[in-house]
C-alpha cells in the first residue's frame, strides 16, 4: 500500500507495525461488549515533529488516526471505528520540567501519572487526580478522557488541573493553549476545551499541570451497614454537614463479597453496604472533620472503624481498588458503566440499580466516588450468551435514562467514546450534538482524528 510505505519511510521501520499479529491487541481497548475494528498500522512517534507529520500524512490520504495511551479506558475511545492507523503515543514519555516556582509540572502525554506523582513527592507536592488505573494510565490519555478518580470529591477531575495544552490539531498545524498563569482569559477556554475530547480534536503533545502541596495529615474510616438506605443517607448527611472528605467511597453487598472472595482481607460479607471515607489537610481541620464524619455515620447506624496507621489506612483503599479487578474475574465479560448523579441523589440511584438488577435477572455490583454522585454500576455478563446479553443492554439504557431523570449525566469520568454515543441526544439533545460536529470540523476539517467518537 502507497501511503503505509510512505508513512513507514517518514518514520523509520522501527516505529511502525503493520503485521496481523502485531495490529490485533489494538482493536480493543480495557472497555467490553463493543464492535471492534482491527488498524492498518500502528505507530510509535518519538517527538511532537513525527506527530505533525503523521497528522499531515494522514491528511494527505484521507486516512483515520487513532491516538492512543495505554488504553485503560472504559469507553471505547481508543478502539478504532473503521480501517485506520493507531497512533501510540507511550514513548513521548518524559517529565520535561517541575517548576517550584510556579508549582507546575510540564510532561509528554506517555508519562504514567504515578510516575508523576512519584516525581513530585519528595517536594511535598502532588498531582490530585488518581483513576484506579493510575500505575498504567498515561497523562495524555487522562487528559483526553479527563479521568477522575478516588480524590475527586474534594479535589476535583483532571479538567482542574490542566494549565496548558500543546497538540496538533487535524490540519497538522501545531498549537499551544494556556500556559503556566494561574489567570488566563485570552480569549476562548481551549485548553479545557481539549480535556475531555477523546482525540477528536488534536493529538496531545505536551500538558502543563498545577500541583498542590500533599496534605500533611489523615484519617480513615470503615463503615458497616447493613441497609443501602442508610449508606446512601449518611453519604448526603456528612456532605450536609459542610465536610467535604478527600474520599467518600461506596461498596454494595456484591461487590464486598467478590473482593472479600478475591483479596481475603477480612471485609464483612453480610453487610448490605460498606462506606470508605478519608479526611485530610492541616491536623486541626482533620481532627474537627473526623468528629462530625464519625457522627454522621453512627447516627446513621453505621459500625465505624478507623485505621490506626498506615498499613490499616492501605489495607482500606486496596479493598476498593480491588473493586474492578475482583468483579472482572467472576465472568467472561464485565460492563462497567459511569452513570453519575447529583450526590443528594444517590440514595435514590441505588435504589433504582437495585430495581434494574431485579428486573433484567441480572447481576449488577455497585462501587464508586458516592460522594461526587459517580458511580459505578457493574453488570456481571457473558456477551456470548444473546439472550442474556440482550438483558443486558436494556439494563444498560435504563441505567442511563434514570440517572438523567435524576438531573446526572452520561459520565462523570470514564467519557463517551463509542460506547455511549448513541446516548448522547438523551443528554444534549440535537442543537447540542450538532454543536460537537462544528466545533470537532473547526479543528479537524477533514474528520480524520478518532473519527466515530463522540458525536
Request: one cysteine or more; aromatic letters at 6%.
Amino acid at each position: 500500500m502507497e501511503a503505509l510505505a510512505k508513512l513507514e519511510k517518514i518514520l523509520g521501520s522501527a516505529k511502525i507495525k503493520t503485521q496481523t499479529e502485531e495490529l490485533f491487541v489494538y482493536g480493543y481497548d480495557a472497555t467490553a461488549g463493543l464492535k471492534n475494528q482491527m488498524p492498518l498500522a500502528v505507530v510509535f512517534p518519538e517527538s511532537t515533529e513525527e506527530v505533525v507529520e503523521i497528522v499531515k500524512w494522514a491528511n494527505e490520504y484521507k486516512i483515520p488516526l487513532y491516538p492512543r495511551g495505554s488504553g485503560t479506558n472504559l469507553s471505547g475511545g481508543t478502539i478504532p471505528a473503521a480501517k485506520g492507523v493507531v497512533v501510540e503515543l507511550n514513548r513521548l514519555n518524559k517529565i520535561l520540567e517541575i517548576d517550584l516556582d510556579n508549582l507546575t509540572a510540564t510532561v509528554e502525554p506517555g508519562v504514567i501519572i504515578n510516575d508523576l506523582n512519584e516525581a513530585v513527592k519528595p517536594y511535598g507536592l502532588i498531582y490530585p487526580p488518581d483513576p484506579g488505573t493510575v500505575t498504567t494510565a498515561t497523562m495524555g490519555g487522562s487528559v483526553a478522557e479527563c479521568s477522575g478518580g478516588l480524590r475527586g470529591l474534594k479535589y476535583g477531575v483532571t479538567k482542574h488541573y490542566i494549565m496548558g495544552i500543546e497538540a496538533v490539531i487535524g490540519t497538522g498545524e501545531l498549537l499551544k493553549f494556556g500556559g503556566k498563569t494561574v489567570k488566563n482569559v485570552t480569549g476562548y477556554d481551549l485548553p479545557a476545551l481539549m480535556v475531555g475530547s477523546e482525540g477528536t480534536l488534536g493529538i496531545i503533545t505536551k500538558i502543563i499541570v498545577k500541583l498542590i502541596p500533599a496534605p500533611v495529615a489523615k484519617k480513615s474510616f470503615l463503615a458497616v451497614f447493613n441497609s443501602i438506605d442508610d449508606a446512601g443517607n449518611a453519604i448526603a448527611e456528612i456532605i450536609k454537614n459542610r465536610v467535604i472528605p478527600a474520599t467518600l467511597e461506596i461498596m454494595d453487598q456484591t461487590t464486598i463479597r467478590t473482593v472479600e472472595k478475591f483479596k481475603n482481607i477480612g471485609l464483612p460479607v453480610n453487610a448490605q453496604a460498606i462506606l470508605l471515607v478519608e479526611s485530610d489537610g492541616y491536623p486541626e481541620q482533620v481532627e474537627m472533620e473526623a468528629k462530625i464524619i464519625r457522627q454522621v455515620l453512627e447516627k446513621n447506624r453505621g459500625e465505624v472503624s478507623e485505621a490506626k496507621n498506615d498499613e490499616e489506612r492501605e489495607k482500606l483503599w486496596e479493598a476498593r481498588r480491588a473493586a474492578l479487578p475482583a468483579l472482572a474475574q467472576v465472568s467472561p465479560t464485565t460492563v462497567l458503566e459511569d452513570a453519575t448523579v447529583p450526590r443528594s441523589q444517590v440514595p435514590a440511584m441505588l435504589k433504582k440499580l437495585k430495581e434494574i438488577s431485579e428486573k433484567y435477572n441480572l447481576i449488577i455490583g455497585t462501587f464508586g466516588h458516592a460522594g461526587d454522585g459517580n458511580l459505578h454500576p457493574t453488570i456481571l455478563t457473558d456477551e456470548t450468551n444473546r439472550e442474556e446479553w440482550q438483558r443486558v443492554e436494556k439494563a444498560v439504557e435504563e441505567i442511563f435514562k434514570a440517572a438523567l431523570e435524576l438531573g446526572g449525566t452520561l459520565s462523570g469520568e470514564h467519557g463517551i467514546g463509542m460506547a455511549k454515543n448513541r446516548f448522547l441526544l438523551w443528554e444534549m439533545g440535537e442543537a447540542g450534538v450538532n454543536l460537537l460536529k462544528r466545533l470537532k470540523l473547526a479543528f479537524d476539517p477533514n474528520n480524520i482524528l478518532n473519527p466515530g467518537k463522540m458525536a
